[in-house]
């Protein structure tokens, strides 16, 4: 069974940073992705930036820019440097892994912008 753990999330202001990091419980040796999603209240979730194994990145064009998908295969985790956020950047972040033909969910991790 796979689980994903999210940490980093947390209150700051508009125009500052956070580094969000996620670690998988298993070694993915298969071809796979690792990313991030985020859902904000009334909202559906939605995509923010995704990496694969081979480093190839995409992100949602309201992050370009501002944000930062990484991963680290050694050590199973995946990572969201945020820059310059935004109130709307306010939301509930999804770590994501994408293999064997499914999807894997982390529980979330809470980041609030204040105005």
């Known amino acids: 069974q796979v689980q994903l753990v999210e940490s980093g999330g947390g209150l700051v202001q508009a125009g500052g940073s956070l580094r969000l990091s996620c670690v998988a419980s298993v070694t993915i040796f298969d071809i796979n992705t690792m990313g991030w999603f985020r859902q904000a209240p009334g909202k559906q979730r939605e995509l923010v930036g995704r990496?694969?194994?081979?480093?190839?990145?995409n992100y949602a064009d309201s992050v370009k820019g501002r944000f930062t998908v990484s991963r680290d295969n050694a050590k199973n985790m995946v990572y969201l440097q945020m820059n310059s956020l935004k109130p709307e950047d306010t939301a509930v972040y999804y770590c994501?892994?994408?293999?064997?033909?499914?999807?894997?969910w982390g529980k979330g991790t809470l980041v609030t912008v204040s105005s």
């Open positions: 990496i694969s194994s081979g480093g190839s990145t």
């Open positions: 994501n892994l994408r293999v064997w033909g499914r999807d894997y």
